[in-house]
Nanobody, 125 residues
Framework: QLQLVESGGGLVQPGGSLRLSCAAL????????IGWFRQAPGKEREGVSCISRRGGDINYADSVKGRFTISRDNAKNTVYLQMTDLKPGDTAVYYCAADRRRAAWGTCLDNYEYWGQGTQVTVSS
């Protein structure tokens, strides 16, 4: 069974940092593009950052450029999202997703094949 498991969410003050992890269970991430998405209450899910299977194509939402960094460690079968200078507007459930069909591209598309259950990130003082 293919499974993605997110971790690292929590409560942080504005200006703080968190690192989210996305671990793959039951399959290798080597062949997949990976994306981080988020959904805030009352809002549509949006792509935050996505990375191609080899890491050569990376994209970020304008709202997080310069603050978030996506990376992957295929040896550990894990993808990370380092988040810095967090703002209340970053509060959301963060999901990781994997897609093999377009693995050569790091384009955040909402119809990725596999999705994790999400981890809550709350930015508040």
């Amino acid at each position: 069974q293919l499974q993605l498991v997110e971790s690292g969410g929590g409560l942080v003050q504005p200006g703080g940092s968190l690192r989210l992890s996305c671990a793959a269970l039951g399959f290798s991430l080597d062949y997949y593009a990976i994306g981080w998405f988020r959904q805030a209450p009352g809002k549509e899910r949006e792509g935050v950052s996505c990375i191609s299977r080899r890491g050569g194509d990376i994209n970020y939402a304008d709202s997080v450029k310069g603050r978030f960094t996506i990376s992957r460690d295929n040896a550990k079968n894990t993808v990370y999202l380092q988040m810095t200078d967090l703002k209340p507007g970053d509060t959301a459930v963060y999901y990781c997703a994997a897609d093999r069909r377009r693995a050569a591209w790091g384009t955040c598309l909402d119809n990725y094949e596999y999705w994790g259950q999400g981890t809550q990130v709350t930015v508040s003082s």
